[in-house]
Structures are given as C-alpha cells and as structure tokens.
C-alpha cells in the first residue's frame, strides 16, 4: 500500500513567493495532520482534519498560512507571502481511528528554504 | 509547562547492548495514549511501539520495549541488542484524549542516539 505522499519534496524560494505544499494521505485514514519541524521548536502541529474538516487549527502561525482539504485524498498547505523564517520541514501525516492508539503515519517531508 | 520531557538531547551505546531512552510526561488525563518514533538522518518518521494508559502490560515491538511506570509518568523505550542501523533522533509522543485536540500527537524534543561499532 502507498504510504502518505507529500510534494515537493525540497522547496526553495524568496521571500515573499506563494509556496503551495501537497499531500496525499492514505486511502481510509479518517484524520490528516500538519507538522512543521524546526531546529529551535521541534515538531509542532499546525492543522488537522477529521474527515475533511480543520478540527484545530490553533497551531497555524499567523494569517500567512492556510490548509485545505477539498476532499479525502488531497490537502494543501500555503504560505503567502513566505518568509525566511518559515524555512523547516514540513510533515504531513495521516491516521486512522483507532482508540486511544491509531499512529500517525507520516510522509516522508517537503523541506522549505525561503531565502 | 512541557507536555512530554526527553531529557538526553544525545546518546551513545555500543553495538550489541541494550539502551534506554528516557521520557517523562505530564497530564491530568486519565486516558491517553503513548508513543515512540524513530527518525533517521533520511528524515522520516517510523512509528515504533505504542502504549495506552490502561495497558497493564508494557508494550513490546521486536526489539523494542517500552518501560511504563504510569506513577512517575514515565515511559522510557528500551531497545536491545543494538545495531547500527538504530543511530536515529528517537521521539516520545502523547495523545491526550480529553484535550479538545484529541486525535493529535504532542511530541517531546528527542534524543540523538549514536550506536558506536
């Protein structure tokens, strides 16, 4: 089975350029999360949805960032306008219900360089 | 205050040999869930083992074990017979089921490990 599939895998851009981040989760899982990865903060959520629909966006930044997720099998995550300090890597993740227990079953990144 | 503590930002271990990873928690919950991920220099995330807070039994993956001692708030992941291979940032993660997020990970800041030949 495809695990979750993220695009592009590395990203580098100038500051103030619209990037648009891709993913595809597994076929089935009934969440999709967000995270962003840096050096100083470590992983952190952004977004999730449950069943196509943000359920806690409190992570997001500020107004520069936004998510979607039209509908099972694709989201996006876009910065506009991007900046250097939003160079990190960026992890989609996707995950069945199960409990207490159902892993995050991460892609495998998109790394952002905004210069 | 931080939801999920990994005191050891690196450690060494030789090849062969068992190491302990350590990882300190924080909830009022009663319910939630634990985890361990290992990320190598490639940069993806595996999911290793996984612990409930009701689980009388500590959880065990192969050569992964995960030392639960709910009184501490602790749930430290033991990996035996060491391998090169296992040279990895290793993470401990939470899912608080009562939080309003209650389907998202927290996730603790890592620890290096480096398995020496």
């Known amino acids: 089975d495809a695990g979750v599939i993220q695009s592009p895998r590395h990203e580098v851009t100038e500051m103030g350029q619209e990037v648009t981040l891709r993913c595809k989760p597994i076929?089935?899982?009934?969440?999709l999360f967000w995270y962003r990865q840096t050096m100083m903060r470590g992983l952190e959520l952004l977004i999730y949805f449950n069943n196509n629909v943000p359920i806690d966006d409190s992570g997001m930044p500020e107004d520069r960032f936004s998510a979607k997720m039209p509908n099972a099998s694709f989201s996006t995550l876009k910065i506009q306008p991007s900046e250097p300090r939003d160079s990190a890597v960026y992890f989609c993740?996707?995950?069945?219900?199960?409990?207490?227990?159902?892993?995050?079953?991460f892609g495998e990144g998109s790394r952002l360089t905004v210069l | 205050a931080q939801k999920i503590t990994q005191t050891q930002p690196g450690m060494f271990v030789q090849e062969k040999e068992a190491v302990t990873l350590d990882c300190t928690y924080d909830t009022s919950d009663q319910s939630y869930g634990l985890f361990w991920y290992k990320q190598p220099s490639s940069g993806e995330m595996i999911f290793l083992i996984y612990?409930?807070?009701?689980?009388?039994q500590n959880a065990t993956e192969g050569r992964y074990s995960l030392n639960f001692q709910k009184a501490r708030k602790s749930a430290n992941l033991v990996i035996s017979a060491s391998q090169l291979g296992d040279s990895a940032m290793y993470f401990c993660?939470?899912?608080?089921?009562?939080?309003?997020?209650?389907?998202?990970?927290?996730f603790g800041s890592g620890t290096q490990l480096t398995v020496l030949p």
């Open positions: 993660a939470m899912r608080e089921i009562s939080s309003g997020s209650a389907r998202q990970l927290t």
């Open positions: 076929s089935g899982h009934d969440y």
């Open positions: 993740a996707s995950s069945p219900y199960r409990g207490l227990g159902g892993e995050l079953f």
């Open positions: 612990q409930g807070s009701y689980d009388e």
